[in-house]
């Protein structure tokens, strides 16, 4: 299509987005000004450099192998689709993009093309719209949990009355106890025991009403699902200076998940471990995941924040739990409920980063032979 790259530079210095133009090393042939611009290298700088000083961790290691992968394969995973990722500034910091990759001809040689849009620069108005959203979201959230609050205490209130009653007869019992009160004290305490089971019986029904929900699990990528979550934290946090970086184990890759709820997991846990740091000197935040036993693989997201609060540590997934002055305390509590849902668990400890570290499981989607 191109005779000679000049001939493409000059077209894409006129391109308003961030261009790069890399061969099938992945070593870049051109960056035009708006790529200088959102990565403040300059295009002399980078001329011939791998694409993946660009990257964070762990793309930034991967990059050489997917670009193989699909010369060898064929297989379009990414190109011609656009997804939003993170890039890293030449000063170190993590941003959010959206990325277009496509593919041109110079010279006879295939090249890649790699469009990219700067989230952390959206406009005011669509900041303004996020977070108008996320308020609508938490306001259904709140209303849903009302009801839901509601059902239980009208559920629970009989068998609850029904013990104290039995329980307060078998005290009057026992005030002027006779042998042949025996069989009566009996009846009510054994009637106590029932009204107890019953309750147990109430929670356990509406446990497997909650998880049960509309719930579809689908078969998806905890690389994209992490790259996604981080992307959003980022766009609506604070991530300047904020050394992020993730690894997954690769042999646990693909989760059984309904992936936007595991997705509001992660923004929430990230969002918090960025709140956590905003007064720490050195921010890193690490997410990572490992296989685990029965199934299941385990993604922790470790921050080098403060550490937990005592005063909160015991109670984190209660729901209106905070230590922030203007914080609603549901973002932990919903986290639970949707792991729950998902047949996971959710606990959080130190980080060996020096703060705290969530973590919680879900199901694998052992694909090893579907992906060959
Ligand atoms: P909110 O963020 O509205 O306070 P959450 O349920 O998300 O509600 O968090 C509850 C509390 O847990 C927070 O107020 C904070 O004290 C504590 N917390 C959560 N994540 C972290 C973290 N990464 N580091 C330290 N404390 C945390």
Known sequence: MFRRIDELHALIDVVPDAMVVIDRTGAIRS???????????SEEQLLGENVSVLMPSPDREAHDGYIARYLETGEKRIIGRGRVTTARRRNGDTFPIELGLGEVEIAGV???????????????????????QADLAHVSRISSMGSLANSIAHELNQPLTGIANYAGAAMDLLDDPSPEDLENLRHAVSECRNEALRAGDI????????SRGDVELEIDSLRRIVNA??????VDGDGRDVDFSSQFASDCEWV???????QQ???????????????????????????????MVRVSVSDSGPGLDPRVAERLFHPFVSTKSSGMGLGLSICHTIVNAHGGKIWAGPSELGGTEFSFTLKRADLRDADG
């Not at 929670?203 to 909650?210: D, G, N, S, V």
């Not at 979550?229 to 980022?234: F, N, P, S, V, W």
């Not at 059984?256 to 595991?262: G, M, T």
Request: aromatic fraction near 8%.
């Open 110 to 132: 295939l090249h890649f093309t790699g469009f990219i849009r700067d989230l952390s620069q959206m406009r005011e108005s669509e900041k303004l719209m996020h977070s108008l």
């Open 229 to 234: 979550a981080t992307a959003i934290a980022l």
């Open 31 to 41: 960056f035009n000004k708006g790529a200088e611009r959102i990565f403040g290298y």
């Open 256 to 262: 059984l998940v309904v992936p936007v709820q595991i």
């Open 203 to 210: 929670i356990r029904r509406l446990r497997t009403f909650i």
């Open 265 to 295: 997991v992660l923004v929430n846990l990230i969002r918090n471990a960025l709140e956590a740091m905003q007064d720490t000197d050195s921010k890193r935040i690490r997410v990572y995941s490992m296989c685990e036993g029965d199934g």
